[in-house]
């Protein structure tokens, strides 16, 4: 199987809600794929079938084509793994967790690990739950990079960093990725790093995959189309209407297109990655897919 | 993964060691002190001397009035089983409860072997430890028990021999299940207290005196028809007659009518009625006792059963975390 990560209608439900659904995804080898979608949306919890913490209520879900929760010892060394927060033994040393690394994992780059720790000026003697938070989660990542992972999952690790200490990890992120032989699922709230650092991107909302692409090809396919107001029904025909805004006299469209668009009566714009996004993720409470049915539902943000 | 539980238990193994070692040390010194008075009052030679011999009756008081006090206070070890559980089992829970537990688990081992290593470890210090302290309990009440004999008495039996290893292996796996299921430490430790009191009461009242049949002897005055380290069960509230039918207190009050109630005799009169109506039936009043040379095998039978839930816990947590923890 080529995929580092395949599901197939993969679905998760607690108690009687769903945390996602209908989750049909392929990430292809070598990507370095932003998972973005509101609070909620089905992130964490996919992120966490793909580890094995969390079993599938519905549909299946493989890691280099092996169960994550039936096979563990299939996945699991090949996994690096930072959770949302973090966790880590706060009375343990630096060193300690180190420690812990090496007795538990068969394949584990003590070297690799000590040195990153020492570019990032964090001493080994010191308590983990001393350290800050920045420090930490670059202490979580050296963790999961130090396995030799093929597969790195990370779960919001920059959302609660300054600034400066956001740049740090995904600095570190990025040199590993450099190092090749890695793919990276990063689910994150904010845009510009994502753009800075992924080439892949996934949507996830409604506890559904929106959008699954090279992150190139969506801004390419991508267009803002402005004209005199009109039902979109026609466009729809050819292309995928992703938002819908009218006012009184005009309509503004949010659009993937399939190929060219050649109604010159559209003025066609180039859209950011940011405004992509949120179009996907307004789409989320509107129930029918945006540009079909009853336009007057479909709401400006 | 067995440095890792260390390196997670190493500050409590540490307290906790130190706290039993304190505690180990007063054992050990007042129970040498009693070895000695034992022997430099000579009680030895008053153990079997009669009741009105005034030189033994004065020492055996010294004796006792000196380390009964003591003898009470160590009652307190009756506690140790559940103590140790909580402490063993507290870093587990909060590993739980705190979700930190998720680091282990998305390193290269499985969930089935991180609980058997670390279950299997706290199991191993939870029999120690009790172990220890059984031992020095049996040893500090060598003395008490050559002059009362009471090994099958409630806190002599919960706290010497074998079954307090029992007690803090179940204990333990209790407080490992509820912490499993609920992943919420204060609630969990204070079931495991509840439950733990409750199948610890229920198995000494209910079970421990029927696992095997007691005793019955018949008996109408004088001393009791027991040793001094049988454990007697019941006496004048069961009544055999010649046929070896047994009655209780309230039938033998039907069949000839208490002393009391009937008004019109003289209370002598009374008396003699009764007394010959017991003569007529042929009954004796029954002492039921299970005798000393069954102390082990109850040790051992109550160890079994201990044993025996703390394995049910144990594969119902297994169980609960291979399948059920998210």
């Known amino acids: 199987m080529s995929a580092a990560l395949h599901t197939n209608n993969l679905g998760k439900r607690y108690g009687h809600s769903w945390a996602l659904r209908d989750c049909s995804l392929d990430l292809p080898p070598g990507r370095i794929a932003a998972l973005v979608g509101p609070n909620g949306a089905g992130k964490s919890t996919l992120l966490q079938l793909a580890v094995g913490l969390a079993t599938p209520s519905t549909g299946t879900i493989s890691v280099f084509g092996a169960s994550p929760r039936d096979q563990p010892l299939r996945v699991l060394p090949r996994i690096g793994f930072v959770a949302q927060d973090q966790p880590l033994y706060r009375r343990f040393s630096v060193a300690d967790m180190l420690t812990l690394g090496r007795k538990l994992n068969a394949r584990w780059d003590d070297r690799m690990a000590r040195s990153r720790l020492e570019r990032l000026n964090i001493p080994l003697d010191r308590l983990v739950g001393t350290l800050s938070g920045g420090q930490r989660s670059q202490v979580a990542l050296v963790m999961a990079l130090a396995k030799r992972p093929e597969l790195l999952l990370l779960d919001e690790p920059v959302a609660a960093l300054d600034p400066l200490a956001r740049r740090e990890f995904l600095q570190t992120l990025m040199e590993a990725a450099a190092d090749g032989g890695l793919t990276v699922l990063l689910s994150s709230h904010i845009i510009a790093d994502l753009e800075r650092v992924c080439d892949y991107l996934i949507i996830l909302s409604a506890a559904r995959v929106q959008l699954a692409e090279e992150l190139d090809r969506v801004v390419d396919t991508h267009k803002l189309l402005v004209g005199a107001r009109r039902d979109p029904t026609a466009i729809a025909a050819d292309h995928h209407v992703v938002q819908a805004v009218h006012t009184d006299r005009q309509t503004t469209l949010m659009v993937r297109t399939n190929g060219h668009i050649w109604d010159p009566s559209w003025e066609q714009h180039e859209v950011r990655l940011e405004e992509i996004i949120l179009a996907y993720l307004s789409r989320s409470t509107a129930s029918p897919p945006a540009g079909l049915g009853d336009l007057r539902k479909v709401r400006s943000l | ?326």
């Open chain 2, 1 to 326: 993964m067995i440095w890792v539980t260390w390196r997670q238990q190493r500050l409590e193994a540490l307290i906790h060691g130190a706290i039993l070692g304190l505690v180990g040390a007063i054992v050990l010194k007042t129970g040498l002190d009693m070895l000695s008075s034992f022997r430099h009052l000579g009680v030895a030679g008053c153990i079997t001397a009669p009741v009105d011999d005034q030189r033994c009756g004065d020492i055996l008081s010294v004796f006792h009035q000196r380390f009964d006090p003591l003898n009470t206070l160590f009652d307190a070890f009756e506690l140790l089983p559940i103590a140790l559980a909580l402490l063993l089992a507290a870093p587990f829970v909060l590993d739980l409860e705190q979700g930190t537990y998720r680091l282990v688990w998305t390193q290269s081992i499985t969930r089935r072997r991180w609980l058997l290593v670390r279950s299997g470890l706290l199991a191993l210090a939870a029999i120690l430890f009790s172990l220890a302290g059984s031992l020095l309990m049996t040893w500090w009440h060598g003395p008490l028990d050559r002059l009362s004999g009471a090994t099958f008495a409630d806190f002599s039996f919960d706290t010497q021999g074998i079954v307090p290893i029992g007690y803090t292996v179940f204990a333990l796996a209790l407080a490992l299940a509820f912490g499993t299921l609920l992943r919420r430490a204060v609630p969990a430790m204070a079931l495991t207290v509840v439950g733990f009191a409750a199948v610890r009461a229920g198995i000494e009242v209910v079970a421990r005196p029927r696992y095997l049949a007691p005793i019955d002897k018949a008996w109408t005055s004088g001393p009791l028809p027991v040793g001094p380290h049988d454990w007697l069960l019941s006496k004048g509230e069961i009544y055999r007659n010649g046929l070896g039918q047994l009655f209780s207190w309230d039938q033998v009050d039907q069949l000839c009518g208490h002393p009391s109630m009937a008004s019109n005799l003289s209370p002598a009169a009374a008396k003699d009625t009764y007394i010959a109506c017991f003569n007529h039936y042929g009954l004796r009043e029954i002492v039921r006792y299970q005798p000393a040379d069954r102390y082990w095998l109850f040790q051992g039978m109550e160890s079994v059963i201990f044993l025996g839930l703390a394995a049910g816990l144990f594969a119902l947590t297994m169980w609960w975390v291979r399948n059920r923890v998210m």
